[in-house]
T-cell receptor
């Protein structure tokens, strides 16, 4: 069965410093992988998605993620954090189509001035 | 604004009661998904409908039921409520043949006292 593991429940960074949110996946097949963001009291929004095209995926708001099959990882990065990036981030895997997305437990990103 | 509308935003009720959560998908989207988000369980897929028919089922309790109407709006019915049913319930929609992106509503927060 497919699954994702988000390695950090909380990540704290200072504004202007790089962001790294880690995600490892497990899948018997070629997966589709996503990162979603949830701001406080809001629904989830798609940041970016990998669907077997380019391994480096660029998303919204300056975020990008790299699919590494050898490491079964799909880490999310951003060169410079902004205060508005403070939110919960979810790594998501799907194999059989998006009707059965499997969400990770989430990583809360805290950004300090 | 994702285009997905959920009502009510907040609901407080007592154990043993029944509630109905409503979701209007984005214009043109045929698929509707229901998710439950709680502190201990994280984000759990409940059920998916496509054009009025049940398409996939996840961790949905027998006390819960859903349906999608001809106008494509969906309702999630929760009955014999227990304290543990307190959670944020999200509805999401997607396009037919979409690339895996789900558009989430802002959720309905259910508190069972």
């Amino acid at each position: 069965a497919q699954s994702v593991t988000q390695l950090d429940s909380h990540v704290s960074v200072s504004e202007g410093t790089p962001v790294l949110l880690r995600c490892n996946y497990s899948s018997s097949y070629s997966p589709s992988l996503f990162w979603y963001v949830q701001h406080p009291n809001k629904g989830l929004q798609l940041l970016l998605k990998y669907t077997s095209a380019a391994t480096l995926v660029k998303g919204i708001n300056g975020f990008e993620a790299e699919f590494k099959k050898s490491e079964t990882s799909f880490h999310l990065t951003k060169p410079s954090a902004h205060m508005s990036d403070a939110a919960e981030y979810f790594c998501v895997v799907s194999v059989t189509g998006f009707q059965k997305l499997v969400f990770g437990t989430g990583t809360r990103l805290l950004v300090s001035p | 604004d994702s285009g997905v509308t959920q009502t009510p935003k907040h609901l407080i009720t007592a154990t043993g009661q029944r509630v109905t959560l409503r979701c209007s998908p984005r214009s043109g989207d045929l698929s509707v998904y229901w998710y439950q988000q709680s502190l201990d369980q994280g984000l759990q897929f409940l059920i998916q409908y496509y054009n009025g028919e049940e398409r996939a089922k996840g961790n949905i309790l027998e006390r819960f039921s859903a349906q999608q109407f001809p106008d494509l709006h969906s309702e999630l019915n929760l009955s014999s409520l227990e304290l543990g049913d307190s959670a944020l319930y999200f509805c999401a929609s997607s396009t037919r043949g979409g690339t895996g992106e789900l558009f989430f509503g802002e959720g309905s927060r259910l508190t069972v006292l």
